[in-house]
T-cell receptor, first 114, second 115 residues
Framework: AQSVTQLGSHVSVSEGALVLLRCNYS??????LFWYVQYPNQGLQLLLK??????LVKGINGFEAEFKKSETSFHLTKPSAHMSDAAEYFC????????????FGTGTKLQVIP | DADVTQTPRNRITKTGKRIMLECSQT?????MYWYRQDPGLGLRLIYY???????NKGEISDGYSVSRQAQAKFSLSLESAIPNQTALYFC??????????????FGEGSRLTVL
């Protein structure tokens, strides 16, 4: 079975500070990993994805994430938070081995303090 | 216009009523999904359809049914709504293939309240 765990349901940062949202995955086969963002009153949209190759992946709006197999992690970072980054962020995993359904984490709400 | 459109966006109903949530897409994707979002629980898969003739239960299908009327349309029904079905419901689509399946395109959601 596959799963993801997001540490911290709420994270607060000051505007301009580093954003770090944590995601750990469990998968018996090489995973494909995703981060989604949900702005208020909207559906989710894809921020970035890891499939194969380079372990540091860049996404939209200045976000990036690093796949660390040894730590089974896929943490999301952004060097400098903007007010517009306030949203809920979801980590998601899908097996590369054919179990073709996505499993989402429980989400982390990011608050950006002026 | 949105690529994935859900109707209604908001609905308040009473226990025991039949409710249908509709989803249509213009992305040309074969795969469609219904998810439920509850605070603190993330998104949970209710039903999914990989093509018009293929419908599968997700992790929380009890109390729900679906119909794939066409490639572009996928509706979710609650035959007899109950209060714990109060939630935000999302329709999503994806292309074929494992990586593509992970790249979901979501509608804006349908907020359902069952009194």
């Amino acid at each position: 079975a596959q799963s993801v765990t997001q540490l911290g349901s709420h994270v607060s940062v000051s505007e301009g500070a580093l954003v770090l949202l944590r995601c750990n995955y469990s998968s018996s086969v090489p995973p494909y990993l995703f981060w989604y963002v949900q702005y208020p009153n909207q559906g989710l949209q894809l921020l970035l994805k890891y499939t194969t190759g380079a372990t540091l992946v860049k996404g939209i709006n200045g976000f990036e994430a690093e796949f660390k197999k040894s730590e089974t992690s896929f943490h999301l970072t952004k060097p400098s938070a903007h007010m517009s980054d306030a949203a809920e962020y979801f980590c998601a995993v899908i097996h590369s081995g054919g179990y073709q359904k996505v499993t989402f984490g429980t989400g982390t709400k990011l608050q950006v303090i002026p | 216009d949105a690529d994935v459109t859900q109707t209604p966006r908001n609905r308040i109903t009473k226990t025991g009523k039949r409710i249908m949530l509709e989803c249509s897409q213009t992305k040309g994707h074969d795969r469609m999904y219904w998810y439920r979002q509850d605070p603190g629980l993330g998104l949970r898969l209710i039903y999914y359809s990989f093509d018009v003739k293929d419908i599968n239960k997700g992790e929380i299908s009890d109390g729900y049914s679906v119909s794939r009327q066409a490639q572009a349309k996928f509706s979710l029904s609650l035959e007899s709504a109950i209060p714990n079905q109060t939630a935000l419901y999302f329709c999503a689509t994806s292309e074929r293939g494992t990586v593509n399946t992970g790249e979901l395109f979501f509608g804006e959601g349908s907020r359902l309240t069952v009194l």
